[in-house]
Every structure is written in structure tokens, then in C-alpha cells.
């Protein structure tokens, strides 16, 4: 395993973290209980793995219950990431990112991980129906009380999520460290923008679905789309894609994989840990040996030419104002080319910006 930091902060964690939305039995995402949550949380310790990710609301409390169990003895040894936000019954006020559903919240996920603090508290998404300043004052206050180490955002816009540091900055509360987004190769589009804003606020990016629900390990076919006993046949695709580039990816993950004597699971991941301003890539699993599978990515060292075929497999194209920026900022700038001259290698990244992409 290697280890990275957490954004910009002193805390170091696997590069690759334990995905906990299979556990528990509400949402058919693999309904494991707890001798399986048990057998996964170890098998991920043992294999040098110190950072899993939750939710409240991830089988309404039950997958929190499953880690806290399983992580007996053992709390001290992990970076425990939990999330608010979305709604935990029909009570409408035990929905959203208003205060009073923060503190109930994590008052009841403390209780359910049977720890006295969270190492990552993260926001599971935009509220447009609560004052931001709401939010971030009482996310802050939880800093300050000691229940939460950090805090994080996830599944914002870029506007969304600048607006939020700015405000952090200028009232002087604790900011966001981490973005959880999702991010695979038949889900490209963090690249547009978020990405670049990411890496120049130094937020660390935590990958979810870098499998794409599993799609990406090979095991669907135009022939069989949706095997039973798997998540596409229990709940179906959990991310928007086109299939049919989807398929032309997985070709060329078999031909990656078949390069390195690997799987193609652990080369669609080695391609994620390998993109910028990446913390972590949060994995899940049904089974133990699909987590061994993954786990291979950590060692797994792609070539110039893997990526190559894969980026290009998987080209998401270049949308505007992106493609005007690079353009004037960077490809025509007489100082860019000075200052970059490395960038310019074999006509430069941008060569085809022009040629009506
Ligand atoms: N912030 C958010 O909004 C958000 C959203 C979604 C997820 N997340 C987090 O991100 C984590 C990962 O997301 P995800 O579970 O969708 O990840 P994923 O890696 O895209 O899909 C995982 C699923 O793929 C299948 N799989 C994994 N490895 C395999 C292998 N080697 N061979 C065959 N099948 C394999 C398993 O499902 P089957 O065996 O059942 O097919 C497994 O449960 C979640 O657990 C959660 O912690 C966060």
C-alpha cells in the first residue's frame, strides 16, 4: 500500500480507502451484515488500508453500525470519514444541512461508529434550501468542540464549492480539506473543471464509483448487461454512462490488464490514482477476493502507452470556456512556451484544440 496526504493537511492515508455502501441491508447495494462487514474492514487492515469512508445515511444508519462493530479495538488505527446531509426518515427537518439536523446527526453517527470523534466529517451535498453560512458556522462549531477533526464537501459545482472556501476565508472558519466526487474512466467530466479548481485550492479529491458500480471490472457484457448477484442486476447502473463507449473502455482494460498479468478492476483504478490532486480512491466490494483484486492497483505502475490508450478510449473532449483558456492562456501565450517548454513536446496537449474537436 502507499500512502498519501489528506489534502493539504498533516494526516496521511491510504491511497486507496474502504467504501462501506455495501454494508447493511436498505439500499441493494450487496447487503452484507456483520460477519461479512467484519471479514472486509480486517481483510483491508491487513492489506495496509487506514481510511474508510461512510454515511448516515447508508442503509439509514445500519453500514455506520457495521463499521462500528467491526472496528472494535481497532479506531485508533483508521481515519474514520462519515457524511450528513441526506435525508435519514420522512421528517423533513431530519434532512439537509441546517444546523439542527448536523448536531442530531452527528450526535446519532458517533453513537452508531462507538467513537468519541470523526476524522472526516463531509457534507453530502449542495442545500439550497439552507444558508450556506449556516452550514459552514456549524461545521466549524464541531471542530471546535472536538466531535470532528476535519471537514470535507462532496458532489458540489465548482462555483458551489468556491463560493463555500471563499466564505470559510473571509468569516474565518475551519475550510474544506477533501472533495469526494465521482470520478472513472466512463466519467470523465470532473476534468472540465473541478479537477483544476481542486488542485489550485489544495483540496484533496476522494474518488467514488471509481469502478463505475462495477462496470468497469469487465463482468458486463452487450450479451449480459445485467448478471444476477451483481449491483447492475440488484439495483442497476448507480452512474450515467454511455454503454457503448463503455464497452470500447473495457476492451482496452482487458488489453492493459492482459499486459501486466492483472485483472481489469486494478488497471481502471491504477488509471484514477494516477490523475491530479487525487487523495484517495474509495473502493468497495462485495466479496473479499474483489477487494484482493482491487488492492492490486496500489502496486500496479501504469506505462506512458497504458494511459495513452486508455485516455484516449475514453476521451471526454474538451467542452467550453475550457478549451478557450487553454487556448489563450496557455497554447498561444508567447510566455508559456518559454516558461514550459516541456509542455510544447510533440505539439503540446492543446494541438488538437483547434483541430475541431
Ligand atoms: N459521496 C457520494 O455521493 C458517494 C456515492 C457513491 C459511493 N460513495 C462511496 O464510494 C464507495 C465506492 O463506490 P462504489 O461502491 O460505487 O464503487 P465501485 O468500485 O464503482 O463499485 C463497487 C462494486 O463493484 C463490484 N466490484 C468491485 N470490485 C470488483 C471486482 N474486482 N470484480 C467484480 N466486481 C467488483 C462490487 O459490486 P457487485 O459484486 O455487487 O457487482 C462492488 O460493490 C462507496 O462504498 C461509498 O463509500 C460515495
Known amino acids: 500500500m502507499h500512502y498519501r496526504k489528506l489534502g493539504n493537511t498533516g494526516l496521511i492515508v491510504s491511497e486507496l480507502a474502504l467504501g462501506t455502501m455495501q454494508f447493511g441491508g436498505k439500499m441493494n447495494m450487496g447487503n452484507l451484515g456483520q460477519q461479512d462487514t467484519t471479514r472486509m474492514v480486517k481483510a483491508a487492515l491487513d492489506r495496509g488500508i487506514n481510511f474508510i469512508d461512510t454515511a448516515d445515511v447508508y442503509s439509514l444508519g445500519e453500514s455506520e453500525t457495521l463499521v462500528g462493530n467491526a472496528l472494535k479495538g481497532l479506531r485508533q488505527e483508521i481515519v474514520l470519514a462519515t457524511k450528513v446531509r441526506l435525508p435519514m426518515s420522512g421528517n423533513f427537518n431530519h434532512s439537509g444541512a441546517t444546523r439542527v439536523n448536523i448536531l442530531r446527526e452527528v450526535e446519532d453517527s458517533l453513537k452508531r461508529l462507538q467513537t468519541d470523534y470523526i476524522d472526516l466529517y463531509q457534507v453530502h451535498g449542495w442545500d439550497s434550501n439552507t444558508p450556506l453560512e449556516e452550514t459552514l458556522r456549524t461545521l466549524d462549531d464541531l471542530v471546535r468542540q472536538g466531535k470532528v477533526r ?19 476565508e473571509r468569516l474565518g472558519l475551519e475550510k474544506y480539506v477533501t472533495a469526494q466526487m465521482y470520478y472513472s474512466l466512463v466519467g470523465r467530466s470532473l476534468e472540465y473543471e473541478f479537477q483544476s479548481f481542486a488542485a489550485y485550492h489544495h483540496l484533496g479529491i476522494l474518488v467514488w464509483s471509481p469502478l463505475a458500480g462495477g462496470f468497469l471490472t469487465g463482468k458486463y457484457s452487450r450479451a449480459n448487461p445485467s448478471p444476477a448477484g451483481t449491483r447492475f442486476g440488484e439495483a442497476g447502473a448507480f452512474v450515467p454512462f454511455d454503454r457503448e463507449m463503455g464497452y470500447r473502455v473495457v476492451e482496452v482494460l482487458k488489453q492493459v490488464a492482459a499486459r501486466h498479468g492483472t ?79 516541456e509542455r510544447y513536446a510533440d505539439g503540446g496537449p492543446w494541438k488538437d484544440l483547434r483541430g475541431g474537436r
Do not use: C, F, H
Open 150 to 168: 476535519y471537514i470535507g464537501l462532496s458532489n458540489l459545482m465548482s462555483w458551489q464549492a468556491a463560493t463555500a472556501l471563499m466564505l470559510q
Open 263 to 341: 485483472n481489469p478492476a486494478a488497471v481502471a483504478l491504477a488509471w484514477v490514482l494516477g490523475r491530479p490532486a487525487v487523495s484517495s480512491v474509495i473502493i468497495a466490494a462485495r466479496k473479499v477476493e474483489q477487494l484482493e483484486q482491487n488492492i492490486g492497483a496500489a502496486d500496479l505502475r501504469l506505462s506512458d502507452d497504458d494511459v495513452r490508450l486508455l485516455d484516449a478510449a475514453s476521451d471526454p473532449g474538451i467542452p467550453y470556456p475550457k478549451w478557450m483558456v487553454l487556448q489563450l492562456d496557455t497554447a498561444e501565450d508567447p510566455r508559456s512556451k518559454i516558461l514550459y517548454p
